[in-house]
Each structure stands twice: as structure tokens, then as C-alpha cells.
């Protein structure tokens, strides 16, 4: 009796932790109309949403790291820090707004700041997220139920609180969206970093 309920306990246990494996790989499937843009004009952002663009790469490297074409494959021991921008590209004599996601496999997450840079107005500031209500969230996608929340998130994306949709309908007013078209977010690399200073103080001591 005791090794009959040994063994039904053991099967169950294996079946939770197949099942953990696949929410995982599930909350790694991005779709991308549910990440907020950043640094992009909000006035073409309606017609991005038309277009039926495809990630097949990065869906491959995020669920089939081991199998993808990305060298050296994502990381699946700690969480992945993703941002969604857009490209304007001149086609046919049309402009056409190409959205790209940028994907940060670091083990340390990325600092809570964001820059604001205007080539135009040749100013660049660095500023605390939440002071333009952005912040990393975890990602769980809408297609799945809540039950996938009981999983570790994999993946953490840049949230705006008030949403893409927000800005296309009039909610916002029209220069903290001018602001907003000119934020990206703040990646601080230490190994780049550590560089950098390293040849800062080599060059100092040749002084």
C-alpha cells in the first residue's frame, strides 16, 4: 500500500513538472501587439498594428534556444528583459513603419531608468521610470489562462501603465506625447562598463 502511494505520488509529481516546463515555454511565445512601444511616433503606431508582422526568428531562439540560429542561444535560467521600437523604412515611395524587439539576456536586470534624447533639441536626460510610468513588468500573454501566472515569469517586458491605445485615442496630451516619442530605454552593460573604464584610467595613468 505504502509503495503503491509512493509511486502514484511520484507520477503526479512528474506530471506537475512536465507541465511547469511547458507554461514555461509557453510564456516565452511573445506576441508582440501586446508589448508597448517606445521611442516610435505615435501617430504611425495605428498603422503598425495593421500589418501582419511575424518574429519567426526570435520565436524559434525564445522556445528552441537550444535549435535556433541565434549564437550563442537565449538563456533559460534566469528571466529575459524584451522593448518593442520601430524602424521607419522607405519602400516604393512609401514610408513604412517596421516594428523590431530587442531582447537583454543579462543575469542582472536592467537599472529602472530611462533616457530622453532629442537630436533635434541636442538634450538627453536620464530619469527615473516610474516618473513616466514605465516600469519592467512580468510578461504573461493574454492567450493563455490565469493558471500560467502560478509560473515563474521568463520573460519581462517594458510596460507603459498607460498604454499604446491610450495614446492613439486623444488621452494624452499632445506634448507628453512628444516626450514620450523620444524615450528609450536605459541599458547599463557592466562588462561594457568595466571596459570603458578600464581604458579611462589606462589612458589617465599615460598622462
Not at 7 to 23: D, H, V
Not at 104 to 130: F, L, R, V, W, Y
Not at 158 to 175: I, Q
Request: glycine share 4%; net charge negative.
Amino acid at each position: 500500500m505504502s509503495q503503491g502511494s509512493q509511486g502514484s505520488s511520484s507520477s503526479a509529481a512528474e506530471k506537475r513538472k512536465i507541465a511547469l516546463e511547458k507554461a514555461k515555454q509557453d510564456l516565452r511565445r511573445l506576441d508582440w501587439r501586446e508589448l508597448t512601444f517606445i521611442g516610435v511616433e505615435v501617430n504611425g503606431i495605428e498603422e503598425i498594428y495593421k500589418e501582419d508582422f511575424e518574429f519567426p526568428i526570435l520565436e524559434d531562439a525564445l522556445t528552441e534556444p537550444s535549435e535556433s540560429e541565434v549564437t550563442p542561444p537565449l538563456s533559460t535560467t534566469h528571466p529575459l528583459y524584451v522593448f518593442m521600437g520601430a524602424q521607419p523604412i522607405y519602400e516604393r515611395g512609401e514610408t513604412l513603419n517596421v516594428p523590431y524587439i530587442v531582447v537583454i539576456d543579462c543575469p542582472s536586470p536592467p537599472p529602472s531608468k530611462i533616457a530622453h534624447a532629442s537630436i533635434q533639441g541636442a538634450t538627453e536626460e536620464i530619469i527615473n521610470m516610474k516618473g513616466s510610468k514605465f516600469d519592467w513588468v512580468p510578461y504573461f500573454p493574454k492567450r493563455y489562462n490565469d493558471s500560467l501566472e502560478k509560473a515563474p515569469a521568463q520573460i519581462y517586458h517594458l510596460n507603459w501603465t498607460s498604454r499604446s491605445n491610450s495614446m492613439t485615442k486623444g488621452k494624452v496630451a499632445e506634448d507628453k506625447l512628444h516626450f514620450l516619442e523620444y524615450l528609450m530605454p536605459y541599458i547599463r552593460i557592466p562588462s561594457h562598463v568595466d571596459k570603458i573604464v578600464e581604458e579611462f584610467n589606462e589612458k589617465s595613468k599615460k598622462k
